[in-house]
Nanobody
């Protein structure tokens, strides 16, 4: 069974850091790309970052460039999202999801994701 489970969320002050984890089971990171998404209260879910399974290329939404870093540990079958210089507007539920290895050069749109995790809450206080 393909499954992804997020962890690492919490409450942090503005300017602080958190590292989110997306643990994959039922597949390897060579089979699917992994994307991070977030949904703030009253807002639509948006893509944050993704890492391609085919070439390891990474992509970021403009609002997090230079602050967030996505990486993978194939030995642990886990993808991480290191979030630095956090801002109150980063407050959201963060989700990871798998997408097809055939998708390249960009992050997936919401409907292009195959399996979603349950999400982890990130709250940044001002």
């Amino acid at each position: 069974e393909v499954q992804v489970v997020e962890s690492g969320g919490g409450l942090v002050q503005a300017g602080g850091s958190l590292r989110l984890s997306c643990a994959a089971s039922g597949f390897t990171l060579a089979e699917y790309g992994i994307g991070w998404f977030r949904q703030a209260p009253g807002k639509e879910r948006e893509g944050v970052s993704c890492i391609s399974s085919s070439d390891g290329n990474t992509y970021y939404v403009d609002s997090v460039k230079g602050r967030f870093t996505i990486s993978s540990d194939k030995a642990k079958n886990t993808v991480y999202l290191q979030m630095n210089s956090l801002k109150p507007e980063d407050t959201a539920v963060y989700y990871c999801a798998t997408y097809s290895a055939r998708l390249r050069y960009r992050c997936p749109r919401l409907y292009e994701n195959l399996y979603w995790g349950q999400g982890t809450q990130v709250t940044v206080s001002s």
